[in-house]
């Protein structure tokens, strides 16, 4: 009887994890090498190998491109994300989009936990992604709400929006919803806010 | 005739995308007691040897030629080529239901030997890399080749003492379970298409052997694993049916120190043609500093050999990606059903149920898979 209880013990233990709280970082490298890299980068899905839809989660600049160029991460509404939706209720496959919605990871469930972790990483302004330097080290930042979203130049150091060097205004600032009337641009030099 | 066919058709599907070949570790022990006593690699997996073929067709419902391409094509002595070929097609649940057909594997090996020297080459089809909605890869860019290495043996005629290789191959590590699924695989620092060029000295003997592998983070492709570091293990055979092992890597990527430790061991009971294997990992992380996560990775698996042509494996799997936290967790049962038509043709049916956050309050949906798998051996 001892013995029965100690394997209970004992796979107990295995089964469950001592701690309860969730006090992991929440930046970009923690969440890319942890939770990114292992569970979507796997070889014929977001890995250098493959990059499937043009998205790479295996490093942590990888991970910072796609998600600034691609646009995955919206902190203006965090549950709105690209990365958000695709681990929570999905979207249509682009490479099959009459597929209805297809939920990431494809192979393999994710913990719930690591959903919420890449949420509040998202609700803190997604530190690490929130701009993509050039080589003059700038790029574009967004602030706002949804609807009225309001785009930057900023200086960009390690994916962080550091000091704003323009902002790029609305044209008309009351219209409702608030929609820009120019964005950043910022492929060369030191960025510029264009016409939309 | 039908062979003819069934070759033609076979050399027809290597076009398709690609996935690693692998040994069954199931028929350590149980068949043989080394990977080398039936393949031409010290580390298993590919090209057969003699006594491979052998033992192919001793495990077959049809006999017939084990030989490549069914011994159709007579080779020289210094040169070995074979092939395989694999799809898997079924339903999938993680949490959402689909319907997947997947060219998993399109492979051709060659490998001539001269004086102890050994070349071997593994040429076949990848999945191309993403060029964008509606562009199409050039086809150069849909094969590679995912091993080439020189191999040095110290008795060129056997399959025992010294080995060493130069060039790009998977680091030995642990029970390299071929089902790359297997957590110790996926999260166990052998990923599919975890290849990359190193240096791997390794010895091996009927009673015990030992691997040590330096390795590079690949400079010349993309790849899926970034990592550049030293891989050891170590299994002793205490008796003819019973082995432990030790394992230890250490790697450096991106930021991303980690340090994998553990322990393997493999049981065969005679009396009921079973074969019992686990391995279990320790893995601790640095993410940029002091902090990171340790993890807790293993898998068992019970193998019964119900007839020469019929294997049953269950396997248990359990990975913790931090165990610091819960709900972290995941489990896996699976079951799989080979059946091995002749010694080329096998059938396996794949299934897995994986749960999250085992007994705990939080966890996450439940995933499931039911595959029927076709594996072509040229």
């Not at chain 1, 695709?86 to 959903?115: E, K, Q, W």
């Not at chain 1, 701009?131 to 930057?152: D, E, I, K, M, S």
């Not at chain 1, 704003?164 to 641009?185: E, G, M, N, R, Y």
Request: glycine share 10%; proline share 5%.
């Amino acid at each position: 009887m001892k013995r029965l209880v100690l394997i209970a013990a004992l796979l107990g233990s295995a089964a469950g994890a001592c701690g309860v709280t969730d006090d992991r970082p929440r930046t970009l490298e923690y969440i890319t090498q942890t939770v990114l890299a292992p569970t979507c980068a796997a070889a014929q899905c977001y890995s250098a190998f493959k990059m499937e839809v043009g998205d790479q989660f295996d490093t942590v600049e990888a991970t910072r491109r796609s998600m600034v160029v691609n646009g995955l991460v919206s902190t203006l509404e965090p549950t709105a994300s690209v990365l958000y939706g695709s681990i929570t209720v999905g979207y249509p496959s682009i490479l099959n989009p009459g597929s209805g919605n297809v939920r990431m990871p494809f192979d393999a469930p994710m913990p719930d936990a690591d959903v919420a972790l890449i949420l509040r990483w998202i609700e803190d302004g997604a530190p690490g992604a929130q701009c993509l330097p050039n080589a003059q080290g700038n790029g574009c930042f967004v602030t706002g709400t949804r609807g009225a979203a309001v785009y930057h130049v900023v200086q960009c150091v390690d994916g962080n929006a550091v000091k704003v060097i323009q902002d790029c205004p609305l044209a008309d600032p009351t219209a409702t919803p608030k929609k820009p009337q120019s964005i950043c641009s910022i492929t060369t030099g030191n960025g510029q806010c264009t016409a939309q | 005739m039908h062979r003819t066919v069934v070759v033609v058709l076979a050399l027809a599907l290597v076009g398709t995308a690609s996935r690693r070949a692998a040994a069954y570790p199931q028929y350590q022990l149980s068949r043989d007691q080394t990977c080398t006593g039936c393949h031409v690699s010290p580390a298993g997996g590919g090209l057969l040897t003699e006594n491979g073929y052998s033992i192919a067709e001793t495990q077959a419902q049809l006999s017939d030629s084990s030989a490549f391409m069914y011994g159709l094509l007579k080779l020289p002595g210094w040169l070995a080529l074979g092939g395989d070929l694999r799809s898997s097609t079924g339903y999938f649940r993680a949490p959402d239901s689909g319907f997947a057909f997947i060219p998993m594997q399109g492979d051709v090996y060659a490998s001539a030997s001269a004086r102890g020297f050994t070349l071997h080459v593994t040429v076949g089809a990848r999945p191309a890399q993403w060029v964008g909605v509606g562009n199409t890869p050039a086809i150069i860019d849909r094969f590679w080749s995912r091993e080439h290495y020189v191999m040095w043996q110290q008795d060129e005629n056997g399959h025992d003492g010294l080995f060493v290789r130069v060039g790009r191959f998977m680091p030995v590590f642990g029970l390299r379970f071929a089902e790359h699924p297997d957590y110790t695989r996926r999260f166990g620092g052998t990923p599919l298409y975890g290849e990359t060029y190193g240096a791997a000295v390794e010895y091996i003997k009927d009673a015990w052997e030992a691997h040590l592998t330096g390795f590079i983070a690949d400079p010349l492709i993309d790849t899926v694993v970034h990592d550049s570091g030293g891989a050891g293990y170590a299994e002793v055979r205490l008796n003819p049916r019973l082995q432990v092992g030790g394992e230890l890597m250490v790697t450096s990527s991106d930021g991303l120190a980690r340090v994998r430790g553990g322990a393997t061991g493999k049981l065969y009971l005679p009396s009921s043609d079973i074969l019992i294997q686990a391995e279990l990992q320790v893995v601790h992380q640095q993410v940029n500093g002091p902090r990171g996560p340790d993890q807790i990775v293993t898998y068992t698996m019970v193998s019964k050999f119900f007839t020469p042509a019929l294997l049953l494996d269950i396997g248990i799997g359990h990975f913790d990606e931090n165990v610091a936290i819960s709900g972290l967790d995941r489990d896996a049962i699976d079951a799989n059903l080979h059946f091995f038509l002749d010694s080329h043709l096998e059938v396996v049916w794949q299934n897995r149920v994986e749960v999250l956050g085992l007994g705990q309050s939080s966890g996450g949906p439940t995933g499931a898979w039911s595959l029927l798998h076709l594996h072509y051996r040229l």
